[in-house]
């Protein structure tokens, strides 16, 4: 795992209930006893920002990435990638997970474009923590002025890149990546739920 990442850790931060996980008969059998899978059994993701895939109520399995998209359309895609389990959705895109490398693969049907998104599911659990810690604990201070308040948001943000791009560049390596819009969003105070600190700052 690039990333140190607990079920305690995140159960102190937003509470067991706000945890989603995955089970492992939700997987294909080659990705059952993956790194990756185990993580998302075990330790999970908040909910928020990133939606993990709920599996179907009849078969108990997770789709896989050729019934939610035509794999055909991704010329940049792996040949074996329409049989990788689709364990989220981030933005626009369906996050598929490769049981081989253990990568988190961006599939964006609108755009028909595909790119490996996390070296493996520690990086995908920690960003998005990081991002929905700061999305319920920022607020704006009553003696600073607004600008300044985005300044230090900027601030905040940039630093979940910085610091997950030290260890994983996948999330950020350019500005096109989900996770560089979702970071663009959160810094112009546009993902702030009705309940948080951060958006009664905003809107009262």
Known sequence: MLFDVSRGELAD???????????ASAFPPLAADTEGARL??????????????????????LPLVRDVVHAEDFEAASRDAGGWPVIGWLLNAHLALDPGSGTVYAFDPDEETVRKLHTDVSSLVRVTARFQRLLEEFTFADDEDEEAGFERLERAVERVRRETHDVDPLPFQDDETVWSVVGEEIAMGQRFAGDSPGARSLYG
């Open 13 to 23: 931060t937003f509470g067991e209930h706000r945890l989603a996980t995955l089970p």
């Open 40 to 61: 998302l059994r075990t330790v999970g993701a908040p909910t928020g920002t990133l939606l993990l895939r709920a599996p179907d109520e009849e078969s108990g399995r």
